[in-house]
């Protein structure tokens, strides 16, 4: 069984930026692809970004490329989603992802946290 607890959501202006975390509590963090989704109000969660189990490996939604930079520290057991040039359209709960296959981008996940609230006001 694999927890995943996200920190960092908060209200920021358009144009600002946040750094999301996502810590795993297990001991074989290291061999999990990781990702990030998002759902906003009357909206279907979508995928945002993920990395491999050594973060050499990332992909992104088109929405968010060149904005949005997917991380992680195994030796911490923890996943980033830096966001910059925040936009309206970015508000959401994002949500983290964790698929145990550690070579893939395109993670199907078997466990999900709970959420974070980013609001971005214009």
């Known amino acids: 069984q694999v927890q995943l607890v996200e920190s960092g959501g908060e209200l920021v202006q358009a144009g600002g930026s946040l750094r999301l975390s996502c810590t795993a509590s297990v001991r074989t963090f290291s061999t999990y692809s990781m990702g990030w989704f998002r759902q906003a109000p009357g909206k279907e969660r979508e995928f945002v970004a993920a990395l491999n189990w050594s973060g050499g490996n990332t992909r992104y939604a088109d929405s968010v490329k060149g904005r949005f930079t997917i991380s992680r520290d195994n030796a911490k057991n923890t996943v980033y989603l830096q966001m910059n040039s925040l936009k309206p359209e970015d508000t959401a709960v994002y949500y983290c992802?964790?698929?145990?296959?550690?070579?893939?981008?395109?993670?199907?996940?078997?466990?999900w946290g709970q959420g974070t609230q980013v609001t971005v006001s214009s």
């Open positions: 992802a964790a698929d145990p296959r550690p070579y893939t981008t395109t993670i199907n996940p078997s466990y």
